[in-house]
């Protein structure tokens, strides 16, 4: 194990060259000057392939990788990885509802569902999502940059003219400031340009920790290392877990992962956007399918990492030290050699970056395309661009001050604020599945449906709340009784007392998340369905956007957008994602 201080003039070194080059990148994407909305907001529509691509990985890579699934990885094994193997969804993405967007030249995925049902849809969309970016992504991802440098730097306060200052306070001003600043300025473009480097910088730094890791770990030999990680690992290395299991059960986990992933890769603006970016067709799918390709990296260059350091702490004179969340981090800290840390470093900075840049420039979006051009729109595009650039500024604002509020919050009251994704999921791909795979889907259908979807996730986010104390007993208590630590008559008399403090609340609660994201799925749309049927038939006119609605001359183009080199990639990423699930099935 390497020892000494965490990094040194080689570190500093990198990162001053990789701060150089990043800079380059960011006034070199900033030459053409944003002239209208589709400049600011969707980079001209001009991307490619690789800018696409690796944007979309880039975006996705944040908060949730770098600590959240490392620390998963730490603490459950592979039981997180399905999350990441339904990465295969972006060729969905890209063989599916790339046609479909490209033709409706669409700027966000509210305004899709109003020229497909109704304004109403649109707004509750965009409100939803614009919610959900400041008051969970943004904030996640600011309180990730404080985890990744506090554990690199190994300092708690700073000194500012005398005073002694957390250093939470700093990376988070710092984080929010940099990353807005240029993102206000360059828009959608800076960010796709940038994406171009650090997408591979991050997973070739990546590598190395997985390398130095298996190598630590088995004192040289890689493969000794990887059977030391699976023998730590014990039971959690299986994919597949049974249905008995109160927390990762492969019947909550399977439909319940493919749900929130659909609605991930396929709807959310803040994926979608890069694909709508593309020049044309052709180019948007294959960045789709680069995407797709890169999405099979993370398991093993974060989740794996994250098991190597369960498995580094319990082997006797290591002398490696971590906690769950900084599990990754911990590694670049403990076992990279100076120089490989500070490129590491920079990758996770920078990914961070990415990523809250990606959620400032998407919520900008949203409320400049979805509400300003309707209040008023004879707007010049200047004016969308100025709009937009005061928009991305004031979301920076936001997004700081709420995570002031998140800070002085109770922690589990932190967490379950990320869960509103989870719970709203379900609601928005119904009605994305249903207009567009459906005729007769109407628009009145569409909100009612919509509404009580969204109400639904909200009430089971309150229960969460209203049982963010006893809900961590309770999870304990399943495990205890999952791996027979307790009897059955222990369980049931500590839960009998827990049930009559809550009453229905606690069985209303008590139905795993996952599950409830099925139930949620399968209500919402059979309301949708219902609803339908007994209404009045929608226009015919609307049928153009919805799947079958192509004219032949579209069709044509759509087919000559495609090869059989698209279809062979993307079967191979297909085939990759079930070798995976078969060998840790």
Not at 412 to 419: F, K, T
Request: overall charge positive; charged content about 10%; hydrophobic content about 55%.
């Amino acid at each position: 194990m390497i020892r000494g201080p965490v990094f040194n003039i080689a570190d500093w070194l990198v990162v001053a060259l990789f701060v150089a080059v990043m800079l380059a990148i960011v006034v070199y994407a900033m030459r053409s000057k944003a002239r209208s909305g589709a400049d600011y907001f969707l980079s001209s529509r001009d991307s490619n392939w690789l800018q696409i691509g690796t944007s979309i990985f880039s975006s996705n890579i944040g908060s949730e990788h770098l600590v959240g699934l490392a620390g998963a990885g730490f603490a459950t094994g592979m039981a997180m990885a399905h999350w990441e193997m339904q990465g295969w969804l972006i060729l969905v993405l890209g063989w599916v509802f790339v046609p479909l967007y490209d033709r409706m030249k669409v700027f966000t995925m509210p305004e899709f569902l109003e020229l497909r049902f109704s304004r109403g849809s649109r707004n509750v969309l965009s409100l939803l999502t614009i919610a959900s970016l400041v008051l969970t992504k943004i904030a996640v991802t600011i309180y990730a940059g404080d985890v990744v440098v506090r554990t690199l730097l190994g300092i708690d306060t700073v000194e500012i003219f005398g005073l002694h200052i957390d250093v939470f306070w700093v990376i988070a001003l710092g984080l929010a400031f940099t990353t807005g600043l240029y993102t206000v300025l360059g828009g959608l473009r800076v960010i796709m340009y940038t994406a171009v480097l650090q997408a591979p910088v991050l997973i070739a730094g990546s590598l190395c920790i997985l390398y130095a890791g298996l190598h630590a770990l088995g004192h040289g030999d890689l493969l000794a290392g990887w059977h030391a990680t699976v023998a730590a690992a014990g039971n959690n290395i299986h994919l597949i877990r049974p249905l008995g299991d109160p927390d990762w059960s492969w019947a909550a986990v399977l439909p319940g992962s493919a749900i929130i992933g659909f609605w991930y890769w396929c709807t959310d603006q803040y994926i979608v956007q890069r694909v709508l970016a593309g020049r044309n067709q052709q180019q948007s799918r294959r960045g789709a399918i680069l995407a797709a390709f890169l999405k099979l990296t993370p398991v093993f260059i974060f989740l794996v990492p994250g098991m190597i350091a369960f498995a580094l702490t319990k082997t006797p004179g290591m002398g490696f030290h971590t906690s769950g969340d900084a599990a990754y981090t911990s590694l670049v800290a403990q076992i990279l050699p100076h120089g490989l840390r500070g490129m590491v470093a920079c990758s996770m900075i920078m990914a961070l970056m990415a990523s809250l840049a990606s959620k400032f420039n998407a919520s900008a979006t949203l409320f400049t395309m979805d509400f300003f051009r309707e209040w008023y729109p004879n707007a010049s595009g200047r004016t969308e661009v100025v709009v937009g650039r005061i928009a991305t500024a004031v979301i920076v604002v936001m997004g700081i001050c709420w995570v002031l509020v998140i800070k002085s919050l109770h922690s589990d009251l932190y967490v379950y604020l990320q869960s509103v994704q989870g719970y709203l999921s379900p609601a928005i791909a119904v009605l994305f599945l249903l207009g567009v795979f459906w005729r007769r889907a109407t628009a009145p259908a569409a909100l009612i449906a919509f509404v009580i979807g969204v109400a639904g996730g909200f009430a089971r986010l309150a229960a969460d709340l209203v049982m963010r104390d006893d809900g961590a007993t309770v999870t304990a208590l399943k495990q205890q009784l999952y791996s027979h630590a307790i009897t059955q008559a222990g369980y049931d008399a500590q839960i009998a007392v827990i049930r009559a403090r809550h009453g229905w609340v606690f069985d209303f609660w008590n139905i795993h998340w996952l599950y409830y994201t099925q139930i949620l799925l399968v209500l919402t749309a059979a309301l949708m369905i219902a609803i339908s049927l007994i209404t009045k038939a929608p226009d015919p006119k609307t049928v153009k956007y919805t799947w079958f609605g192509a004219t032949p001359q579209e069709k044509a183009a759509t087919r000559a957008s495609w090869n059989g080199m698209d279809v062979a990639l993307s079967l191979i990423v297909l085939a990759a994602v079930a070798a995976f699930y078969a060998v840790f099935w």
